[in-house]
């Protein structure tokens, strides 16, 4: 008889992304943990951080010190922050415009606007030198490949570089290479990571996914504008027909955070354990009955990777 494997499966969004540490903690104060877990981008980093130990206090320390810390303040992140104003002032709005042309000329010239180093120094100062498979709890990062479009499930390897594979941001940072692969964001084609999971084996997945919905734009009138809306257009479909794929959705509130404000991310750690823990009796009901099907030799995580992954 095959055991019952619960899969976890932490979606992209930045900064935003720091609400999958409270999702783990609340799955951790109810005595849940998942034996399986995919991510995506910074779903990526928090669980391959987590993984490592399956320590979720050690993981929120690690976290909560590297974001205080001058080598993160070094970074360019807090250069691509916006201050969310409700009726910005001109100032704020001449910088805004600067930010954005200095940005868009640099990701012109070279690869990505933060350099491979600070990106690998940020990366490996939160995820422990080990290999894939060494980990404590499985775990299955997921990229894109930016020369076929697929997506890659890592199995093999260095932990630490398959990290910086799911979470380069086109742009923003850098490609990886790893097997001859040109590899990218897992986000472009996996949003929130649940057919992975399924594919490593989960008999149900639990997904978090901590992206913004869509704002509701009118009067779009430069090409740019309308090329950018249509990906986001794109994009938001089919997250959200990967996300009806899940056995339970845990979305956490947090809009109201800019994707690069890692310091205001951090806020976010409750904000994920608020939104878990409502969905908690659910997460349990769920679990109960499908540790009981397993039993009777039926999964439908295992059936539905066979007939469909």
């Known amino acids: 008889m095959e055991s019952f494997k619960l899969g976890l ?28 877990i995919t991510g995506t981008s910074i779903g990526a980093l928090v669980g391959g951080s ?12 690690r ?14 992140f807090d250069f691509l922050k916006d201050s969310r104003k409700a009726e910005p002032t001109l100032l704020y709005s001449v910088s805004n415009m600067i930010k954005r042309g200095i940005f868009y000329s640099l990701s012109m010239t070279r690869p990505s606007f933060i350099s491979e180093a600070n990106f690998m120094h940020n990366v490996y100062a939160l995820v422990d030198d080990l290999a894939l498979g060494e980990t404590a709890v499985p775990f299955f990062p997921v990229a894109a490949d930016l020369e076929t479009g697929e997506e890659v499930v890592l199995l093999s390897g260095s932990l630490r570089r398959a990290v910086c594979a799911s979470s380069a941001i086109p742009g923003l940072l850098p490609p990886i290479r790893i097997n001859g692969r040109v590899l990218i964001d897992g986000g472009w084609v996996s949003k929130v990571p649940v057919f992975a999971a399924f594919r490593q084996g989960a008999d149900m997945v639990v997904g978090v996914d901590i992206s ?15 090329l950018v809306r249509a990906n986001a257009i794109k994009a938001e479909a ?23 404000d890692f310091n205001g991310g951090l806020s976010l750690i409750e904000e994920g354990d608020r939104a878990a823990t409502l969905k908690l009796p659910e997460i349990q009901e769920k679990l109960e ?21």
Do not use: M
Not at 241 to 258: A, N
């Open 238 to 260: 089919l997250k959200n027909f990967q996300c009806k794929l899940l056995d339970v959705l845990v979305r956490p509130r947090v809009g109201h955070v800019h994707w690069a």
């Open 289 to 309: 009955r499908a540790r009981w099907k397993t039993r009777l030799g039926f999964s439908r995580g295992r059936r539905f990777a066979r007939a469909f992954l």
């Open 9 to 36: 499966a932490l979606g992209g969004g930045a900064a935003r992304g720091l609400a999958h540490i409270g999702v783990l903690r609340a799955l951790h104060r109810a005595g849940i943990r998942p034996d399986i």
């Open 212 to 226: 913004v919905d869509l704002e509701d734009t009118r009067g779009l009138r430069k090409g740019f504008d309308i």
């Open 63 to 76: 976290f909560r010190a590297f974001v205080a810390s001058p080598q993160f303040r070094r970074t360019e």
């Open 50 to 61: 987590y993984a490592t130990t399956g320590d979720v206090e050690a993981l929120e320390a």
